[in-house]
């Protein structure tokens, strides 16, 4: 922001006449105050800061709300849509937040220019769909006593703890992978290379490469991010831990396992390298068994969790166990026909998070 307002200041010093509101419409919808409700608004303000800054090179202006899968690299960073996968992913890093809709900074890539807008290939999730019926029937679905009887035993109810005190510390983002997607239309690299000045907007296939200790040895795991999976905050619960009632049936496992797990959900688990299967299987009707992903510790971790989630399509709850037991976590996703939850513990993590300035009192 301090960078905009030298811009603005400048500006109208240099041309009085030239208000702030007349750079563009998007600038007039925003600094006036016209917003429409709905998700155009984080797009009205990304292009409001395009606009401002003489910099960014003509595709990243005029940014379109229909296109949910976009995200930019610009001056050492990449920022991203809350609804483009890369976002989703890369949101739970150290030092990334959201605003407006915009999640960054996050890590740069080599395979993008120094200033390039770029789209993502994503695939819907897949994974069991709500019926009317399903979401009608939630509270039962998910009720911690179980089923209605005349009796309830104690041995059919556990108590699950999960600790954070020593958790997976070989796993690090080393690379964030770009690849042109096969649906660009015909001729548009040699377009972009012919002319340089006028640089289409390419659709390119998005992977993250770890650097991950397998069976005590050190190697590079590549997972691509082929399906748009949704990350569902678990609900606060109180005074937990609580039970849980034998018929959730749940698998624990830490988060280095899961280059052990080729799948989940109905098709079941299986060994498999993330980097080579392609299997397809479809998920259809109850979920049967909850994978629970202890993603404790670094905030890499669960990117990685997060990363193996988006490669197989599979929806997950995240939960912050300071604020959300175990037994909750899995009854909520039970409810939501959601076989996967990702448990992290923010509060015992200390990064670093970079300083943003929302002060936008200067501005008007």
């Not at 109810?157 to 660009?184: C, G, H, K, M, W």
């Not at 109905?266 to 109850?286: C, F």
Request: hydrophobic share 35%; proline share 6%; glycine share 6%.
């Amino acid at each position: 922001m301090p960078e905009v307002e030298d811009v603005l200041e400048y500006s109208e010093e240099e041309d009085p006449e030239e208000f702030l509101e007349d750079r563009s419409t998007n600038c007039m919808s925003w600094f006036t105050g016209l917003l429409l409700p709905g998700k155009s608004m984080s797009f009205i303000l990304m292009n409001a800061l395009v606009d401002c800054d003489g910099e960014p090179p003509a595709e990243f202006h005029n940014l379109h709300q229909t296109v949910s899968n976009v995200g930019f690299q610009y001056r050492g960073c990449t920022y991203w849509s809350w609804e483009c996968i890369v976002g989703k992913v890369l949101g739970a890093a150290s030092g990334v937040t959201q605003i407006a809709g915009w999640i960054g900074p996050c890590s740069a890539s080599a395979d993008l220019d120094r200033s390039e807008m770029a789209l993502i290939n994503q695939q819907p999730p897949r994974c069991n769909r709500l019926s009317p019926s399903a979401i009608r029937n939630m509270a039962s679905n998910s009720d911690p006593i179980g089923p209605q009887q005349e009796s309830y035993r104690i041995e059919d109810y556990q108590l699950l703890t999960s600790s954070s005190e020593d958790p997976v510390d070989s796993i690090r983002i080393e690379r964030l992978n770009f690849t042109p997607a096969q649906s660009n239309p015909k001729g548009i690299h040699r377009k972009a290379l012919e002319e340089p000045d006028k640089k289409p907007i390419i659709i390119f296939n998005a992977s993250i490469t770890f650097a991950i200790t397998v069976d005590k040895r050190a190697r590079s795991w590549k997972v691509s991010l082929r399906h748009d999976t949704p990350f569902i905050a678990a609900y606060p619960c109180q005074n937990g831990p609580h039970v849980l009632f034998v018929d959730y049936q749940h698998q624990k496992v830490r988060v280095d396992k899961l280059v052990e797990i080729q799948n989940w959900g109905t098709s079941g688990g299986k060994d498999s390298d993330l980097e080579d299967s392609e299997d397809e299987a479809e998920d259809e009707g109850d979920v049967e068994e909850v994978l629970v992903i202890e993603a404790f510790g670094v905030p890499d971790n669960e990117v990685f969790a997060r990363a193996w989630c988006s490669f197989w399509g599979l929806p997950s709850v995240t939960a912050d166990i300071s604020k959300t037991c175990m037994a909750c976590a899995i009854r909520e996703a039970y409810a939501a026909l959601v076989s996967v939850v990702i448990l992290v513990d923010r509060g015992s993590v200390d990064v670093e998070i970079e300083e943003v300035d929302r002060m936008m009192e200067n501005l008007m």
